[in-house]
């Protein structure tokens, strides 16, 4: 595998007008609400978390507990294509994703199964001389190395957004909601850069935002998962009505106010104390928000 092509480099309208397109979702069970246009194209859907499949004509659907959606495209490939497991960039790009998201097939983070462990150990060519953990703190180190992005660009790392479409039956008042995750604190965060606040204003205006969810996911010194949710948006009460939805979820974050020293009166930042709920499942509970 020399080339890894993402989704911005293709112009994937093109190939969907000439009936080229064929899209299996991977790790999600629904398109960016940027890309509905593309719901045709879709022949499959993988995920490792079960939802409601917002496709109904779409039947060949797969989802599994396992810790990483990775172990189960190894598992495929073990099966329908073997020899894509031999190419040494596959098995690494492999392993990576189960490595990060089993952190580093650690049980006690509530996510590693044995089938995680057992394509693992499969994909372990991939690693190198480094073995499984030497590769996971290399992954970790090239992770945490963001020293040369600006805030915008940090935000804009795996930013997601949502948006109510024309007509729809509106049960908030939200009408688009964006996430960013970070694998560093809060704190770090907001120290970076004198300007931080003000970055974080302009990424509001400029992507349009009624509210910006930050959440962060990462370890601490004594090596304990810990997650934290910032929310900022110029009408306060969106903040609180966003609040009040997530107590009547099931998804118990068990929310705790955390102090950030300068932290603007727009903005909130919380200690998440329920580590298990991950962004991926925010995300579901915001797909429903956005879903008439």
């Known amino acids: 595998m020399q080339v890894v092509v993402i989704v911005l480099q293709i112009n994937l309208q093109y190939y969907l007008t000439f009936g080229n397109l064929r899209l299996v979702l991977v790790d999600h069970s629904k398109l960016a609400s940027s890309q509905q246009n593309l719901e045709a194209a879709i022949i499959e859907i993988i995920d490792n978390q079960e939802t409601e499949n917002p496709y109904p004509l779409v039947e060949d659907v797969h989802y599994d507990q396992v810790g990483s959606c990775s172990t189960m ?21 492999l392993l990576a994703a189960i490595l990060v998201n089993t952190s580093n097939l650690n049980p006690k983070n509530g996510r590693c199964t044995e089938r995680d462990e057992c394509m693992a150990t499969l994909l372990l060519h991939g690693a190198g001389r480094l073995g499984h953990t030497g ?14 992005l600006s805030s915008e660009e940090l935000l804009s790392r795996s930013f997601k957004q949502w948006k109510s479409k024309p007509g729809m039956r509106q049960r908030t008042s939200f009408s688009s909601i964006g996430m960013s995750s970070l694998r560093f604190s809060l704190i770090k965060f907001m120290s970076r850069d004198s300007a931080v606040f003000e970055d974080l204003n302009l990424f509001l205006q400029s992507r349009k935002l009624q509210l910006l969810i930050i959440a962060t996911g990462y370890y601490n010194i004594s090596k304990i998962l810990v997650r934290e949710l910032l929310m900022a948006s110029q009408n306060r009460s969106l903040i609180d009505e966003l609040l009040d939805i997530l107590d009547s979820k099931d998804i118990h974050l068990q929310l705790k106010p955390l102090h950030i020293p300068g932290l603007p009166n727009w903005a909130m930042a919380f200690s998440q104390r329920n580590v298990r709920v991950s962004r991926k499942q925010m995300q579901c509970m915001l797909d429903d928000i956005f879903t008439s």
Do not use: K, T
Request: with cysteine; charged share 25%.
């Open 73 to 93: 495209i190894a598992e495929r490939c073990a099966v329908e294509a073997p020899e894509l497991l031999l190419d040494l960039g596959m098995s690494r790009l």
């Open 135 to 148: 590769f996971f703190q290399e992954l970790r180190l090239h992770l945490s190395d963001l020293s040369v």
